[in-house]
Every structure is written in structure tokens, then in C-alpha cells.
């Protein structure tokens, strides 16, 4: 991923979070009003903290999108402990040049026309906020935050948890 993020200090560090995270789960509403996740890889953050990723401008997400386009995105990696969850607005952009910036070669797996291919845009998440967790770096730190959470820190003794005004 592209981590382009550097505007403001909590851009930053989103994009730092999210940076070594392959595969973000979007969840949007669908026409029933149910929530519907699908998995994505995050292609860039923009400087400005917004996430780009390709899609299929036909596909049930953009669908989705026409009626409500308020979305999160969320990011999971266990074997850090580090999770985040992204709120903001997503649209559709069909701009070629940006294609062709983010297109790599591995992207015809999940686009087998390429980057020509009429149907293939980008998903912009224009991010409003986010939340984090991060525990501690390795498996005895981890336990000892455990522990001292047991002997009555509390969860905070357990790791850093805040909010990002991106």
C-alpha cells in the first residue's frame, strides 16, 4: 500500500496503523438496511487520510453506495494486536490517471481485462474519524499488560486505545 498520509499528525498515524494490514473489511448498507462487509486491499492512503481502493463500478458495493454511500472500513491484525475502524463516505471515481498511479500487475488476478477495463474504478473513503487499539509489541509484554489489567489497572494496563480526527 501507498501510504501517502502526512497532512496532520492523526492522518499520520492512521496511515501508519493500517500500513502492514492487507485486507480491510468495507461494510456498507445494503437496500434492505442490513449491513453487508466485504474485503478489500487498501491501495493508498491520500494525504489528505482518505482510502483508495479498486472496484468494479458494477459490483453490489456501488450498488450499495447509490442509496447510502456512509460506510466503515475495518482493520484487523492479530499478530500485532493492532485493530482500527474508519468512518466516513465513499464514492465511486473514474479517473483514469489515479488508475493508473495505484494499478499494479498483481491487480489482474481480481481485474483480468487490466487496467483498461471500462468497469474497473476507484472506491474513495472520504475518512471523517477513526478508533484504534494497539497493544503491546510481543507475547510477554502482552502478558504482563494482562497481568497488570488483572491486579487492578484495568483495561487500560492492557494497551493504547484513541480516537484520530482525520
Known sequence: MKNAASTNDDTRKLGELID?????MLTTVGPDGTLVSRPLQTLKVDPAGNLLFFTDAGSGKVHDLKAKSKVN?????????????VTGHAT???????IEELWKPVHKAFFPKGKDDPDLAVLRVDTHGAEYWEASGNFIARAIDFGRALS???PEAMGEHGKLNV
Not at 73 to 81: E, F, I, R, T, W
Open 20 to 24: 502492514d494490514i492487507e485486507v480491510a
Open 152 to 154: 487492578g489497572e484495568g
Open 73 to 85: 472500513v475495518a482493520y484487523a491484525n492479530p499478530s500485532s494486536q493492532t485493530y482500527v475502524s
Open 92 to 98: 465511486v471515481v473514474r479517473d483514469r490517471a489515479l
